[in-house]
């Protein structure tokens, strides 16, 4: 049997194209993904980024919930200080009324945006939030899904949602094993820190409604490919946008391969995006194959999370389905 995988979306926009055609991109991959048996979609929480499409979760989540019948959809993440937890917990109530068995709630930390201004506006001019607003908006989202206050018309129960906590660091990790929650955690940001983070989360889980064992979910980068060769291609845009990225100016649009390939990555930038690279999954299907044994064998990983940002849709779908083919041999 191999290893459950699910998926990472945030529409990522692509030089040249709208947003409407980053969503219809979704649009065509999403059926593809129900097909292919993955386990949950979700949907990335990103505002005014050159870079992702994937502004409200909810909205998104509501929309293919209602085009396909199987795979689970949520949020990866809701970012808990842009929203009053009721409105969240509403949100995502009717969404499991509408859906139920099938809808996911993954709450994050972060507030989706390198733009201060943006960040202000969410908050209606308050400060940033501290990890006790942060502590305290995502107890009061748990106490309105679990049915300790009321939330929707009829008797006080549960939600028909799955909570999950995302984390990209130790701190979060200790939050959802304090809570008992299932852990998402953000490999394809913060490779540096897994090991230290699923050590506290499963040292310090405590059993909860939830979960009565630690689940972790890792989100790596998968780009897989025909070849290995045509892997490397296909990724150069992504290693492109993150020069941006690590330079502190957030994350450009995604250049064709064509276009990303005749500029060249700075050379004090290039042991960073190499050093990342060498932890998530690109190649070939063999060769993905073994990455995906590797992390999976080091990390314990109960679920793997893709995320592919290649340019183009067809690649997308594409490696999404020879990823299948590459974890199938894996054990769980």
């Known amino acids: 049997m191999g290893i459950t995988l699910s998926a990472l979306e945030v529409a990522a926009a692509e030089k040249g194209r709208t947003a409407a055609d980053a969503l219809r991109a979704v649009g065509e991959l999403v059926p593809r993904l129900d097909e292919l048996g993955y386990q949950r979609l979700w949907f990335a929480e990103h505002h005014g980024s050159e870079w992702a499409t994937s502004v409200v979760p909810a909205v998104l989540t509501a929309h293919f919930a209602a085009l396909t019948s199987r795979i689970r959809l949520g949020s990866g993440g809701v970012m808990a200080p ?18 139920p068995g099938r809808i996911d709630l993954g709450i994050g930390r972060g507030p989706g945006t390198h733009d201060r201004g943006i960040v202000q506006d ?12 942060y502590r305290s908006d995502v107890a009061a989202l748990l106490r309105l899904v679990s049915g300790e206050e009321r939330l929707i018309s009829g008797p006080l129960e549960p939600v028909d949602v799955e909570p999950w906590l995302l984390s990209s660091s130790p701190a979060g990790a200790r939050l959802a094993a304090e809570l008992g929650l299932p852990l998402a955690f953000a490999h394809h940001i913060r490779p540096d820190h897994t090991a230290a983070a699923l050590s506290v989360y499963r040292e310090q889980f405590t059993a909860s409604r939830w979960r009565q064992e630690p ?5 790596v980068e998968a780009l ?30 995604l250049l064709s391969p064509a276009e990303a390939a005749t500029r060249a990555i700075p050379q004090d930038v290039l042991p960073l995006i190499l050093g990342h690279t060498g932890t998530q999954v690109r190649g070939g299907v063999e060769t993905a194959a073994r990455r995906f044994a590797q992390i999976v064998g080091q990390t314990g990983a109960d679920e793997l999370m893709l995320f592919v940002p290649l340019y183009d849709a067809a690649d997308r779908i594409r490696s999404f389905e020879l990823a299948v083919t590459a974890a199938g041999a894996l054990t769980a």
């Open 215 to 219: 689940y972790v979910m890792l989100c």
């Open 82 to 99: 842009n929203h009053a937890p009721r409105a969240v917990a509403e949100q995502f109530a009717t969404l499991g009324v509408l859906h």
């Open 224 to 253: 897989v490919a025909a070849t290995d060769e045509r892997a490397a291609e296909l990724a150069v845009p992504i290693d492109q946008a993150k020069v941006g990225l690590l330079a502190g100016r957030g994350e450009a649009a």
């Open 122 to 133: 969410l908050r209606r001019g308050a400060e940033p939030a501290t990890d006790a607003d």
